[in-house]
C-alpha cells in the first residue's frame, strides 16, 4: 500500500533551522508532484509549498511574501522516492504538525488536492 512518513521534525529555539524528510513507499514516486502542508494548534490545514515531479517547479502559498517564500525550500530525491523541506529562520508562528502529500501529476503542474498523505511530523519553535 502508499505509504508517506515524514521525519525531521523536533523542539528548537527561535532562529534555527530544521530539515523535514517525506519517505514515499508503495507508488511511482516520479509520477507524483509532491507537496508539503501544516497545521498549528485550533487552526485548518495550511498548504506551504509543492514541487513538480521532476523538481523543476516549485509554487508557494500565495499568501507567503518574497521573505517567507524564502525560508521554505522543497526539494526532492526521485531515485530515494524521498521529498524534504528545509525551514530556515524558524519562527515560534511554524510550530505545527507538517504533513507531506503525494498527487499524480507525471506531466508536470502542481496540483490543488493531494489524495495521499503522511500522518505528520511535529515541529515546535521556542522563542
Known amino acids: 500500500q502508499v505509504q508517506l512518513v515524514e521525519s525531521g521534525g523536533g523542539s528548537v529555539q527561535a532562529g534555527n533551522s530544521l530539515k523535514l524528510s517525506c519517505k514515499v513507499s508503495?507508488?511511482?514516486?516520479?509520477?507524483?508532484?509532491m507537496a508539503w502542508f501544516r497545521q498549528a494548534p485550533g487552526k485548518d490545514r495550511e498548504f506551504v509549498v509543492a514541487?513538480?515531479?521532476?523538481?523543476?517547479?516549485?509554487?508557494?502559498?500565495?499568501k507567503y511574501g518574497e521573505s517567507e517564500r524564502s525560508r521554505f525550500t522543497i526539494s526532492r530525491d526521485n531515485p530515494t522516492n524521498t521529498a524534504s523541506l528545509q525551514i530556515d529562520g524558524l519562527k515560534p508562528e511554524d510550530t505545527a504538525v507538517y504533513y507531506c502529500?503525494?498527487?499524480?501529476?507525471?506531466?508536470?503542474?502542481?496540483?490543488?488536492?493531494?489524495?495521499?498523505w503522511g500522518q505528520g511530523t511535529q515541529v515546535t519553535v521556542s522563542s
Open positions: 508503495g507508488l511511482t514516486f516520479k509520477s507524483y508532484a
Open positions: 514541487v513538480t515531479w521532476n523538481g523543476e517547479e516549485a509554487k508557494y502559498n500565495e
Open positions: 502529500a503525494a498527487h499524480w501529476a507525471p506531466r508536470g503542474g502542481i496540483p490543488i488536492d493531494y489524495n495521499y
